[in-house]
């Protein structure tokens, strides 16, 4: 009995995450998609090293360091685009862009650098 | 009406900035200034030990560039092992001074890489008031950021590191330290991803250039922690903490030095912690605002079940990973910060280095001064009210107090905080009471109106213009009487407009003193202040400016200068073979390898313990064993320092207790009790033979007696034990002038052994009378 009340519960759940996320205005949702690619990624990479061994250690840091990394950027686009976050109102969006590619631009950089 | 009210509030405005710009170039030259006391009472000298490493580093970099800085092997140290220059030299410094050399030289104004080096500090403490200005600023507001700048000017703690020639990483480390900490707040106020990135840089110049960046990486996750369990969460503190992480991560692992420590070492597996902990919470409010709560209760019932399980089972990996390595992770040396003890145990090298004990409690009131009783003033206003930047600054000193306690090198680290905080405190002083003074002038009957406008006014003007007001604060009188003035004329226009706004802001209660106690207490601040600036100025000048390579004395018939230890380098230089070896004891190791470009056997660097632990058992054995030591290194000088004609306290003999614990912690033949009589460590004619007898004992009172007829030793108050006794396996090639560094050659090994061959240890009696016949016939020496 239990059992099928957590089940009906988490069908619910289920059911009302979907709807309230589907109301998300799309340039978010592209950004979300854009964050879980990112992850995915880095999955993989992780994955392969553990199959493959993680010589040149510094090729796998850089490598998941760099999803992980381009993740958290995007998040952070996230925050400052979403209309509902009062505390970005007057915060013009491309202003936020801006600094996403900056902050990708060194990030990149840097990965490039370290992945020798 | 109105225009004219901006008007004036503009012009008070631009005023109040000029003004603190004008105070902020003031500060900065004052604290260049107040460093160059070494340069005026003595010459523009590198001073101590570890700066002469880091000038012979610069000097290779000028000449040979960069790459080939970065690939650059050492084979002029640790002999016979070298040491990866590129690899274990924290390069910020370096770097710095090399290009500040590089672009004068650009602009064709001939600085010699010498005088960059030297003055290169000062420069630097000039930027750290600065960023100390702006990192107050962003906590509390311009005027506790001009007190702290100022403060952090002449703080005795961080003059004592960044003397003019006093070229070490601290010199640079505090700036990008305070500098870091400066965007991490700018980041935690404005949200934006620009001041993240800046950060990220700025975090990864203090890793280029010290060793304590570990401090940042684990305060930083400390607070965003404290800020998540006080339910200060908010998307800011996401975007101050995770890029950085990431991006600083990264950019540590750049550096050689640091590599993949930045992400296998304990050090580092806070920040990672908190990253996963504020992606946690991040998502429990994301969802949260999209679901509706009975939901959102739903869901937590059901992740909290589900992640407890998997929390566990991963936290249970991790702790049997960290657990299983002896150290659980951490350094020695960060390991020793936690446990104080540690050291002491374990590690006698570290626990032998006289910055690496703890603190008196003097030092405290020598280093900071008045500071130390105004951080916890400063403190409790940073409660009125608390904002995330002024709990970051809360936490800032709690750590740094308790870790200042544990090695008295790390005071450095709390002088930035307790500026911060006193300068806090001061410009919360300056203003309760430079309000009081205005609010009660005697004008007359107008103090109640003056009282009712001047709250309102200051209520519900925006901060720009408290800013002005509090910048107009920190000065003097006129600058009061001229604000009440304009005051006076505003409110009267304001009191017929604002009438029902007054009524509502007397509700808010500021704090008005009574007018003679603000008076007294102004001044009696003012007083304080003068005190802190007078002992700043003492001990820069007569506590911290000392080279410690030139020494002066004053006697009666002058000023004496004793430069023998440049006089030593120098004979070394000129009168050896380029590729001979000198053995000396670790501390001489980085100024032989500059000054007198030898070859070193073991160097101020100390990361090879047994290679120390040779040499110290080389200088604590007799002299046949010590010379077989040294032939086995390819040793051909010996270099001791000796302070007993001049009474010089930091001779080899002081430290000579060391060289045997260390040596015996890796040679078990080597044991401290053997050189203490009845625990007690002498020289003189009760000392054990067994110290009358070692290499360090001989080579530094080796005819000493022919000074002043009876040997007495100035520093150790007696006459030494053994007076009159000969080398044979040494010979010395110079003293310096006043005796503080002796010279010895070793002999070269005799052609003929007489009596005494190998073989014959394994023949017959015949053998052993041919023993017996050899050790009397060596045992010629007349004076043993």
Redesign the interface.
């Known amino acids: 009995m239990g059992r099928s009340t957590t089940a009906k519960d988490a069908e619910a759940l289920v059911h009302s995450l979907r709807s309230a996320y589907s109301a998300t205005p799309t340039n978010l949702k592209i950004i979300d998609f854009y964050i879980a690619f990112a992850v995915v990624t880095a999955l993989i990479q992780v994955v392969y090293m553990a199959i493959v061994g993680s010589f040149p250690f510094n090729s796998f840091l850089s490598g998941v360091l760099s999803c992980v990394g381009t993740a958290v950027l995007a998040v952070c686009l996230r925050i400052q685009v979403n209309k509902e976050n009062k505390e970005f109102k007057d915060l013009p969006p491309e202003r936020a862009f801006a600094d996403f590619v900056l902050c990708n631009l060194v990030l990149h950089l840097v990965i490039i650098n370290f992945l020798g | 009406m109105a225009l004219e009210d901006t008007q004036e509030k503009a012009v008070r405005h631009a005023f109040g900035n000029v003004l603190s710009l004008f105070v902020l170039l003031l500060i900065g030259v004052f604290a260049f200034s107040i460093r160059l006391f070494s340069v005026i009472k003595y010459e523009s000298v590198i001073h101590e030990f570890d700066p002469y490493f880091n000038y012979r580093v610069t000097q290779y970099l000028t000449k040979n560039g960069v790459y080939d800085f970065w690939n650059w092997f050492d084979d002029r140290t640790w002999y016979p092992l070298g040491r990866v220059i590129g690899g274990t030299v924290y390069p910020g410094l370096t770097l710095t001074a090399g290009t500040i050399w590089w672009i004068l030289n650009f602009f064709n104004i001939p600085l010699s890489v010498e005088t960059v080096c030297v003055f290169t500090a000062p420069i630097f403490s000039a930027f750290a008031s600065w960023a100390a200005y702006l990192l107050t600023k962003e906590v509390k507001g311009v005027g506790a950021g001009l007190t702290a700048a100022a403060l952090l000017a002449m703080v005795p703690s961080y003059i004592s590191r960044s003397v003019a020639g006093s070229y070490d990483n601290e010199a640079v480390a505090i700036f990008a330290l305070i500098f870091t900490f400066y965007l991490y707040v700018k980041t935690l106020n404005t949200?934006?991803?620009?001041y993240?990135?800046l950060n990220?840089?700025a975090y990864f110049y203090m890793v280029c250039s010290w060793g304590g960046y570990t401090f940042i990486i684990n305060l930083i996750p400390m607070h965003v922690l404290l800020c998540i369990i006080t339910g200060r969460y908010?998307?800011?503190l996401?975007?101050a903490y995770?890029?950085l992480v990431?991006?600083g991560?990264?950019?540590a692992?750049?550096v050689p030095v640091v590599g993949?420590n930045a992400?296998m070492t304990s050090e580092h597996f806070a920040s990672f912690l908190v990253f996963i902990i504020i992606h946690v919470v991040?998502l429990a409010y994301y969802?949260k605002?999209?679901?509706?709560p009975k939901?959102f209760k739903?869901?937590v019932t059901?992740v909290v079940s589900v992640g407890m399980i998997v929390c566990v089972a991963v936290l249970a990996i991790l702790i049997a990973v960290v657990a299983s390595s002896p150290t659980k992770g951490w350094s020695g040396r960060s390991l020793s910060l936690l446990d104080p003890t540690y050291a002491s145990k374990y590690i006698p090298i570290i626990a032998s280095v006289s910055e690496h004990q703890p603190p008196t409690w003097p030092s405290y009131f020598m280093d900071i001064n008045v500071l130390a009783f105004l951080v916890p003033a400063g403190i409790i206003a940073c409660f009125f009210p608390l904002s995330d930047a002024s709990s970051f600054a809360v936490l800032y000193i709690v750590t740094s107090v308790y870790f200042s306690g544990v090695m008295v090198r790390l005071m450095l680290v709390l002088a930035p905080a307790a500026c911060i905080m006193s300068g806090i405190a001061l410009s919360e002083a300056f203003d309760v009471f430079g309000r009081s003074i205005k609010l009660q002038f005697p004008i007359g009957n107008q103090t109640d109106d003056v009282n009712a406008g001047n709250s309102s006014q200051v209520s519900t003007n925006n901060s720009v213009k408290q800013e002005s007001e509090k910048t107009e604060n920190t000065l003097k009188e006129r600058p009061v009487k001229k604000s009440k003035k304009k005051e006076k004329e505003k409110e009267k226009e304001k009191e017929k407009s604002e009438s029902t706004s007054i009524t509502k802001q007397i509700e808010k209660k500021l704090l008005i003193l009574p007018f003679e106690a603000s008076l007294v207490a102004i001044v009696l601040l003012v007083l304080l202040g003068s005190f802190y600036v007078v002992h700043s100025v003492w001990a820069a000048a007569e506590a911290y400016s000392a080279p410690s390579i030139v020494l002066t004395s004053r006697s009666h018939d002058g000023l004496h200068v004793f430069d023998d230890f440049r006089e030593a380098y120098a004979w070394l230089r000129h009168n050896t073979d380029v590729d001979d070896k000198v053995a000396s004891w670790w501390d001489y190791g980085y100024q032989t390898t500059a000054m007198a470009n030898r070859t070193v056997i073991v160097d101020n660097n100390t990361w090879n313990n047994t290679h120390i632990a040779t040499v110290g058992t080389a200088m604590s054995s007799p002299e046949k064993a010590a010379w077989d030591i040294f032939n086995s290194l390819d040793v051909k000088y010996v270099l001791v320092v000796f302070g007993g004609l001049v009474g010089y306290p930091s001779d080899d003999i002081n430290k000579f207790l060391w060289m045997v614990r260390i040596g015996g912690g890796v040679f078990p033949h080597i044991k401290e009790p053997d050189y203490l009589r009845d625990g007690q460590y002498r020289i003189d004619s009760q000392a054990t033979p067994t110290m009358l007898n070692c290499l360090m004992y001989k080579l530094s009172y080796y005819r000493f007696v022919e000074t002043d007829g009876r040997g007495f030793d100035r520093v150790r108050h007696t006459e030494i034990g053994k007076k009159y006794f000969k080398l044979t396996h040494f010979e010395e090639v110079f003293t310096t002038h006043h005796w503080m560094v002796r010279i010895y050659k070793l002999k070269p090994a005799k052609n003929r052994i007489r009596g005494q061959t190998k073989k014959s240890k394994s023949k017959t009696s015949t053998g052993k009378n041919n023993q017996k016949r050899g050790t009397r016939a060596t045992k010629k020496n007349p004076y043993p």
């Open positions: 949200g934006s991803l620009f993240a990135t990220a840089l908010s998307s800011r996401y975007i995770a890029p990431v991006l991560t990264l950019l692992a750049l993949f992400v991040a969802i605002g999209i679901l509706t939901m739903v869901a059901l």
